[in-house]
């Protein structure tokens, strides 16, 4: 219950050591919550480590012993009080030591920490916390793989969109608590929603420390402060409650996002209030189920393992997610604070996401995150942080993952945003080598099971069904028009369009000498443009890319809006072709959503820290519930060529809409051609309707690109546009030219 009383922080020192046994020679400065690394590098006044290839001076740090120190004077306590030293996350493997007594040795990041310091108290204290240096895999490379034999992001040690800096250090909130000495361990409300969803049984489990002759008192509050259930009891005997016609939590895009206040109060014999813990909490039912149509595969025999589910059941209602991948957005976490996660979710808010996938490779996210999540009404698919690697069956590593994951889920299970529990990223391939008899894996699905068996469970992701990738926009001689035509999926759980970052970033990150022209060997390669992912060494700029498409850019201003119209265009066909695949697909999380430091070109939607891509106006328009839309062939046509598009109307909405008349018309500079009015039918509640094919001969254009406008009679919130790529056709040119020479 860390969470619930307030925490008087400490003035923390920090220095380091080569082994564990040396006292630091020189002590400087920490903030809390923090980073070593931060700490050390404003001490010796390092720059910037988001510009050029600054980051490299820390990365000394990573084989060091750091030992934050932290002295304060014994409290008044009196016979009724304690006092506490609490924890939300130390990185990663640590010892504590209170006046040289050694209190806890402990593993991991995540299991919080709660220690009685009461009979160790000195009228003057040294509170001490030795940190051992990175965890690393013996005979692994430096890469991804030095992390695969603990419970620690495997993303600090390296990855496509993220340089190599693994963090170290106390990074959520940490100080000192007086309790008194009866007080609340932990509180949680069980519900069990009816079948017909008007009513729930409640469950309301204690547990206390000195509380047998204490009582609890329960309520439940509306959002008008209104007690719409109660119950009391002996501590640490279950509770029961009715609760009749709850609001349900919705996601944002299908209702409100309801929320119930959860009081649950301690009191004495004699009737004394001692202590209060209150929690938001919110009612509905979410399932995986099977997608339509999945059972049908495999058709022949012998039967075997279909499509797993990919289908989001909310409340009794299938609905589409849309989103996207989360990453920390701080290579260090113990920096990021509830104002950061507001600013970001929002954004994924406006952009009519209703999903956001919270990477196994990364962080499990600070309470300030899922907080905002539940009163945005955003699910959150959550993984353990398991990624891309073979984790090992020894019962020191399983020891260590079972206490992380218990208290991951423990602390988060309350959260009505939290949709699906995750294994973690990419175990099932070729890279990784896991498969569902890894004990890793039967471990989580065994945990989750147990103490939170109402949200379901996937081993990994993808799964059979669902598909990862592509992350180009061209690939193997496709573009992504025709990728995704072809593509069939249940759920599109990793894609990406590669896109360059805002003007405002580079010239952060990238000095003035080397912003025009991206070169190899410069700081943009330092920040991810090129040689970043194995798959393609010109990525993530993609400059052959750009080359086919348009005319050498002259400035940077020009390259980042080539590079951003591809991005943008590539993204909407994207989601709105998944869209179309409804019913059998029904989730489309593209790869990813923020960045954690500024890359020069990356996959993201918003560039660091909160700085919006022209991209993401794109994949608005696309992810709105209900809109025109239109499927082409591919991105670039000729002159001469029947150009067609095919007119959809995209519906997620839970009502029958329409009739709508949609026209459309191609634009290309000052020339318009009206191609086609379709006077659509009625739409069904969240079903899609497909329309004609608009086809159009290209005529001789003077420009190298046109627009395609879907607009929609009176309602022009489901109006679309698009802009494709057009050739002039060579032979005739010279023809042309020819003639006027005559």
């Not at 309790?179 to 009513?199: F, I, K, N, P, Q």
């Not at 000095?511 to 920040?527: I, Q």
Request: with cysteine.
């Amino acid at each position: 219950m860390i969470r619930t009383r307030k925490t008087e922080p400490l003035t923390w020192i920090v220095g380091h050591a080569p082994d564990r046994k040396s006292v630091p020679e020189r002590f400087v400065p920490a903030t809390v919550p923090g980073a070593v690394q931060l700490d050390m590098a404003r001490a010796e006044g390092y720059p910037d480590y988001n510009r050029a290839d600054n980051y490299r001076r820390m990365t000394w740090m990573e084989d060091r012993f750091f030992t934050y120190r932290a002295e304060f004077d014994a409290p008044g306590l009196g016979q009724d009080r304690q006092l506490w030293f609490v924890s939300k996350g130390i990185d990663y493997r640590y010892e504590i030591r209170l006046n040289d007594t050694l209190l806890l040795a402990r593993e991991g990041m995540f299991a919080p920490v709660e220690i009685d310091l009461t009979p160790h108290l000195h009228p003057r204290n040294r509170l001490e916390i030795l940190l051992f240096p990175v965890p690393k895999r013996a005979g692994m490379p430096d890469d991804r793989t030095q992390a695969s034999a603990s419970v620690k992001p495997a993303v600090g040690y390296g990855w496509d969109w993220h340089p190599r800096l693994v963090p170290l250090g106390i990074w959520d909130e940490t100080g000192l608590q007086i309790r008194r000495r009866s007080h609340l361990r932990e509180v949680d409300v069980v519900y069990t929603l009816d079948d017909d969803l008007s009513g729930a049984d409640l469950r309301i489990e204690s547990r206390g420390t000195e509380c047998g002759e204490c009582r609890g008192v329960w309520e439940l509050f509306d959002d008008r402060g209104r007690c719409a259930a109660r119950a009391e009891g002996a501590v640490g005997q279950p509770l029961a409650a009715r609760l009749e016609n709850p609001r349900l939590w919705w996601t944002h895009d299908h209702g409100e996002p309801a929320l119930y206040t959860s009081r649950y109060t301690l009191r004495d014999a004699a009737g004394c209030d001692l202590e209060c813990v209150e929690e938001r909490i919110g009612f509905r039912r979410i399932r995986l189920v099977m997608n339509e149509g999945a059972w049908s595969e495999p058709a022949g025999f012998p039967k075997t393992r279909s499509a797993a589910p990919a289908q989001v059941e909310l409340n009794g209602r299938r609905i589409f997610a849309k989103g996207s991948n989360w990453v920390c957005p701080e290579l260090f976490p113990g920096t990021v604070d509830a104002a950061r996660y507001e600013t970001l979710i929002g954004i994924a808010a406006e952009t009519h996401f209703n999903m956001l996938r919270s990477w196994g490779g990364g962080i499990v996210n600070k309470d300030a995150f899922f907080e905002c999540c539940d009163r945005r009404g955003i699910m959150v698919w959550q993984e353990f942080p398991l990624s891309c690697n073979c984790y090992p069956d020894d019962p020191e590593y399983l020891a260590v993952l079972e206490r992380e994951a218990a208290a991951i889920i423990r602390r988060l299970r309350r959260h009505p945003s939290l949709a699906v529990w995750c294994g973690g990223n990419e175990l099932f391939n070729n890279w990784s080598g896991m498969t569902d008899q890894s004990l890793p894996l039967r471990l989580l699905n065994a945990l989750c099971y147990r103490l939170s068996p109402e949200i379901p469970f996937n081993a990994t992701s993808p799964l059979n069904g669902m598909a990862h990738g592509h992350y180009l926009f061209r690939w193997q001689g496709k573009d992504v028009f025709r990728m995704m035509n072809g593509s069939r999926f249940t759920a599109y759980t990793e894609f990406g369009i590669p896109g360059i970052s805002p003007r405002e970033v580079l010239e952060g990150i990238i000095p003035a000498e080397e912003l025009f022209p991206p070169r190899p060997g410069t700081a943009w390669e330092e920040h991810h443009a090129f040689g970043a992912w194995d798959g393609d060494p010109s990525t993530w700029l993609g400059l052959p890319t750009l080359a086919r498409y348009f005319p050498p850019a002259e400035t940077l201003d020009e390259l980042i809006a080539q590079s951003s119209l591809l991005q943008g265009e590539g993204y909407k066909a994207v989601f709105e072709e998944a869209r179309r695949q409804k019913p059998y697909c029904s989730m489309a999380l593209n790869w990813c959503f923020d960045e954690p430091w500024p890359a020069a070109a990356n996959n993201s939607l918003v560039a660091y820290p909160a700085v919006l891509k022209p991209a993401i106006a794109e994949v608005r328009r696309a992810c709105r519930p209900l809109c025109a839309s239109a499927r082409f062939a591919r991105f670039d046509w000729k002159e001469d060529e029947t150009f067609e598009a095919e007119v959809w109307i995209l519906n997620d909405v839970f009502a029958r809409t329409g009739p709508f008349v949609v026209t459309v018309t191609l634009r290309a500079g000052r020339a318009e051609e009206r191609i086609l009015r379709w006077e659509s039918p009625s739409v069904e509640p969240n079903h899609n309707t497909a329309g004609p094919t608009a086809r159009f001969r290209l005529p001789a254009w003077d420009t190298d690109r046109f627009g395609v406008e879907l607009s929609v009679e009176g309602h022009p919130e489901m109006n679309a546009c698009y802009t494709l790529m057009y050739r002039r056709s060579p032979r005739k040119r010279r023809c042309t030219s020819m003639n006027v020479t005559e």
